[in-house]
């Protein structure tokens, strides 16, 4: 299923309810079908996935175990799936009032 978040000040952005689901759980956000944010939440959430991505980015501790040799598939980052949101919500956050992000799904997820 997809997520479409929509801007008062920006384009639109897709993403699956997988992705949007960790995301919005990272805001304290309930995963339903529909919901928003004002324009007073968009700098503190934008703030609040930089320290997540950041969080996520930093090098594990070592466990000394090294490669052990598999094949794996490449893992896309939090950081990767984040950034376009992050960006989305700093921008909003800039404009005027009235400003405010909208998402759509066709249920809650």
């Known amino acids: 299923m997809l997520v479409t978040f929509k801007s008062s000040e920006t384009g639109e952005l897709m993403m699956f309810a997988e992705v949007a689901r960790v995301l919005l759980q990272a805001l304290g956000k309930a995963t339903t079908a529909r919901g928003t944010f004002t324009r007073d939440e968009m700098a503190a959430a934008a703030g609040t ?7 996520a980015e930093a090098p594990p ?3 000394g175990g090294g490669d052990d040799g598999e094949n794996k598939e490449p893992v896309i980052a939090l950081g990767q799936r984040a ?22 799904a066709a249920a809650d997820f």
């Open 61 to 63: 501790a070592s466990e």
């Open 49 to 55: 996935l930089r320290q997540a991505v950041a969080r």
């Open 83 to 104: 950034w376009p949101f992050i960006d989305m919500l700093e921008r909003s956050a800039r404009g005027g009032p009235d400003a405010n992000i909208v998402w759509q």
